[in-house]
T-cell receptor, first 114, second 116 residues
Framework: QKEVEQNSGPLSVPEGAIASLNCTYS??????FFWYRQYSGKSPELIMF????GDKEDGRFTAQLNKASQYVSLLIRDSQPSDSATYLC??????????????FGRGTQLTVWP | DGGITQSPKYLFRKEGQNVTLSCEQN?????MYWYRQDPGQGLRLIYY???????QKGDIAEGYSVSREKKESFPLTVTSAQKNPTAFYLC???????????????FGPGTRLTVL
């Protein structure tokens, strides 16, 4: 069983602050990494994916990957109350599109207060 | 509009009944997935299918069954053998093309199942 661990939370930050969400994974062969956002009662939606070591930025979101440390993070800059949700980290079991599944962490609940 | 539909949105089951949750996609995706989510928990994989007429058990397949007779459909049956089926059920699909790249999974809106 592959393990994906996220900081347990809940995480609470003021509006305008940087929210930092962390995820570690056990499978050294994992190659693709995803961050999903899930609002209460809704289904997950993808906000970021990353395949290579380093940083990847998209608007207020930055994903960071360090395969040597088996660590992936998500930074949310200028946090807004609308960012309040549960963030799920998901990891593949290896390279290639033939490998079918993702492993999900339990999620970190983020609250951004005005 | 392309997307994934799940029905019903809410489902109530009596003890000892089998129920079937529908999942349909018009994205022309090859792979489809069923997850279960309990309050405060992440997603646990029940079954997945990468091609028609083939599927694999996930981590919690006991008490569930699936079929994949058509590319666009992947129904999940919750049998009476599943002792604690009350949960939020999510269906997902993804495109499997592009060697070396794992394309994202897209999720349907979910079905909330409650056992009475």
């Amino acid at each position: 069983q592959k393990e994906v661990e996220q900081n347990s939370g809940p995480l609470s930050v003021p509006e305008g602050a940087i929210a930092s969400l962390n995820c570690t994974y056990s499978d050294r062969g994992s190659q693709s990494f995803f961050w999903y956002r899930q609002y209460s009662g809704k289904s997950p939606e993808l906000i970021m994916f990353i395949y290579s070591n380093g940083d990847k930025e998209d608007g207020r979101f930055t994903a960071q990957l360090n395969k040597a440390s088996q660590y992936v993070s998500l930074l949310i800059r200028d946090s807004q109350p609308s960012d309040s949700a549960t963030y799920l980290c998901a990891v593949t079991e290896g390279r290639g599109s033939t490998l079918g599944r993702l492993y999900f962490g339990r999620g970190t609940q983020l609250t951004v207060w005005p | 509009d392309g997307g994934i539909t799940q029905s019903p949105k809410y489902l109530f089951r009596k003890e000892g009944q089998n129920v079937t949750l529908s999942c349909e996609q018009n994205l022309n995706h090859d792979a489809m997935y069923w997850y279960r989510q309990d309050p405060g928990q992440g997603l646990r994989l029940i079954y997945y299918s990468q091609i028609v007429n083939d599927f694999q058990k996930g981590d919690i397949a006991e008490g569930y069954s699936v079929s994949r007779e058509k590319k666009e459909s992947f129904p999940l049956t919750v049998t009476s053998a599943q002792k604690n089926p009350t949960a939020f059920y999510l269906c997902a699909s993804r495109h499997t093309g592009g060697w070396g790249i794992y394309n994202e999974q897209f999720f349907g809106p979910g079905t909330r199942l409650t056992v009475l």
